[in-house]
């Protein structure tokens, strides 16, 4: 695992961060991150197994290591932080989620404890290129749909109206390709108010596009 992974999974994983993305770019509701809690992605894996998946413990890992899944008292959200797409994510997806819901029949119990819970999903593009995934997801043999967030698409005005950490990794994963403009953000007053997590990113993500 390199070190603009660790860095996405040490600010994507945290609850608060996945509940500020759901609720303005996903969901009309609104989720307290204190009513979230983070979710062991082994069992799913371990039911992928049963039903004849390939993947061994370490590849499954690898393979969904950006994929951060919380539970909430109603649902599920699952969010893939991606930097390059290719055109098997939505088998991906529809592979994981078909896993989380085999587990919660099979293995977590849930018919006994009120019925399944529905798991919504959502992708989001941490690049400044356009992707391919709506056309990749129409193209796909599979009836599945998920959740894009995808940075180009964002404007400068609703990332102002984010948190200081994510709108900062945000506003400047969107800047990114400009050496001077990165520059900028990295001497500027945003970025000396961010907390640990998210300067990491956005260090890690500058070394990343600048190599």
Not at 20 to 48: A, C, Y
Not at 49 to 56: I, V
Request: with cysteine; proline share 3%; aromatic share 10%.
């Amino acid at each position: 695992m390199n070190d603009l992974d660790d860095a996405i999974r040490g600010y994507f994983g945290q609850v608060e961060v996945i509940a500020e993305l759901f609720n303005r770019f996903v969901l009309d509701e609104n989720i307290n991150p204190s009513g979230m809690s983070p979710v062991d992605k082994t069992p799913i894996f371990n039911k992928l197994k049963d039903y004849g998946s390939k993947l061994t413990l370490e590849n499954f890992q690898h393979k969904y290591r950006n994929l951060f899944l919380m539970k909430t008292e109603n649902l599920y959200c699952a969010l893939l932080v991606e930097t390059e797409v290719s055109n098997t994510l939505p088998i991906k997806l529809c592979l994981f989620e078909n896993g989380l819901y085999a587990t919660q029949i099979e293995t977590w119990n849930c018919l006994d404890d009120g019925g399944m819970l529905p798991c919504v999903m959502a992708v989001l593009h941490l690049s400044t290129e356009h992707c391919r995934l709506r056309e990749t997801a129409n193209e796909s043999p599979y009836d599945y749909s998920f959740y894009i967030i995808e940075l180009a698409n964002i404007s400068d005005d609703t990332i102002a109206e984010q948190s200081e950490d994510l709108g900062g990794v945000l506003k400047f994963v969107k800047i990114s390709n400009d050496a001077v403009k990165r520059q900028e953000f990295l001497s500027g007053e945003a970025y000396a108010l961010m907390g640990d997590s998210a300067k990491r990113l956005v260090q890690c993500f500058s070394n990343h596009v600048s190599t």
